[in-house]
C-alpha cells in the first residue's frame, strides 16, 4: 500500500501547532527550579527531554513512519533517516544554556528536510510568545499568541559597515573573536540561541550571523529550521565560499565557516569572508 499523502499546508499546520505546544512544555519548566546533568559534553534538562517527547509524539501521530523518518538532539533515530523521503528535524530546545541561565534567548526548533534540505520549519521563541514558519516558496510568518501572523522581511541595508551583527553568547572562541574583531560593522548584538539569532535576521533586527566551528560544529536540528525561516524572509545562508548547507548527511556537523545574512549582503560577505579568516588562521 503507497503512504498516504499529506500536503504540506497540512504538514506545516501540524509544524506550528506542535512548536506552540512545545513551548508552553519549557515555559512551565522555565518557571520551576531544573534539574540539570550532562549529555555529550552539554547540559540537558527535562525541559528537553519532556518537549522532545511531545514533538515526537505529535509528529508521529500525524505522519506515520512510511513516508517519514525522525531525527532529534535528544533522541537520534536510526538508518531509517536515508531510507525514507521525509525527514522530520526536531531541537526540543535550542540553546539549553540560555535556558538554564534565564536570558529568554531559546527556542523550539522543528523542520521537514526532503533531498537534504528543509522544505518547511516552524521555530517557536517562548518567552517572546511567538511561532515563526515558513514553507518553500510561500514566504515566512511570524504569528503571536492571539493568532495574529506578521509577513517577515529582512532589513535592505547594503553596507557592510552598516550592518549589525548578531554573535553567540557562548559559543565564541579566539578565533571567532579575531574574526569579528576585523568585521566591518554598525553593531555587535550578542545574543544566545541559533533560531533566536536567524529569526531575528528574518525579522530585520540585525543583518549577520557568522560562526566559525572549533572542536564542535553546529548539527542539523541547530539550523535546518531557522534557515528556511531566514531564507523565506529574503535572508541568505550559506557557508563562507557560498556553498550550500545539506542536511540529513553521514555526519550530521555542519563543519567550517558558516554565514547567515540579510541577503542583499550575501555576496559581499562571502567575498570578505574567506580572506579575513586567513588572516585569523596565520595568527594561530
Known amino acids: 500500500m503507497a503512504p498516504v499523502q499529506r500536503s504540506p499546508e497540512y504538514l506545516l499546520e501540524v509544524a506550528r501547532r506542535t512548536a506552540w505546544g512545545a513551548a508552553d512544555i519549557l515555559l512551565d519548566y522555565y518557571r520551576r527550579p531544573l534539574k540539570i546533568r550532562q549529555k555529550n559534553g552539554g547540559p540537558v534538562t527535562d525541559a528537553d527531554l519532556a518537549a522532545d517527547r511531545f514533538i515526537l509524539s505529535e509528529l508521529r501521530s500525524a505522519c506515520g513512519n512510511e513516508a517519514f523518518a525522525y531525527l532529534s538532539e535528544e533522541t537520534i533515530g536510526g538508518l531509517e533517516r536515508f531510507e525514507r523521503p521525509f525527514l522530520w528535524v526536531v531541537d526540543p530546545l535550542d540553546g539549553t544554556r540560555d535556558f538554564i541561565d534565564h536570558t529568554g534567548e531559546f527556542a523550539v526548533h522543528i523542520a521537514l528536510v526532503e533531498s537534504g534540505r528543509p522544505v518547511l520549519a516552524a521555530v517557536a521563541w517562548p518567552v517572546r510568545e511567538r511561532v515563526y514558519f515558513a514553507r518553500k516558496g510561500c514566504g515566512a510568518y511570524s504569528e503571536n499568541r492571539a493568532g495574529v501572523r506578521e509577513r517577515l522581511q529582512v532589513s535592505q541595508i547594503s553596507q557592510l559597515d552598516q550592518c549589525r551583527i548578531i554573535v553567540s553568547r557562548v559559543h565564541r572562541d579566539w578565533r571567532l573573536d579575531a574574526l569579528l574583531a576585523r568585521l ?101
Open 184 to 284: 566591518p560593522k554598525r553593531e555587535r548584538i550578542v545574543h544566545g540561541g541559533l533560531g533566536c539569532k536567524l529569526c531575528a535576521i528574518a525579522a530585520g533586527e540585525a543583518e549577520m550571523y557568522v560562526g566559525l566551528s572549533g572542536r564542535s560544529a553546529p548539527c542539523d536540528w541547530d539550523l535546518a529550521a531557522p534557515q528556511i525561516v531566514l531564507t523565506e524572509a529574503g535572508g541568505a545562508m550559506s557557508r563562507f565560499d557560498g556553498g550550500d548547507l545539506l542536511y540529513n548527511q553521514p555526519d550530521l556537523h555542519l563543519w567550517g565557516g558558516l554565514i547567515a545574512d540579510n541577503g542583499v549582503t550575501h555576496g559581499s560577505w562571502c567575498k570578505l569572508l574567506p580572506d579575513v579568516l586567513s588572516q585569523v588562521e596565520q595568527l594561530d
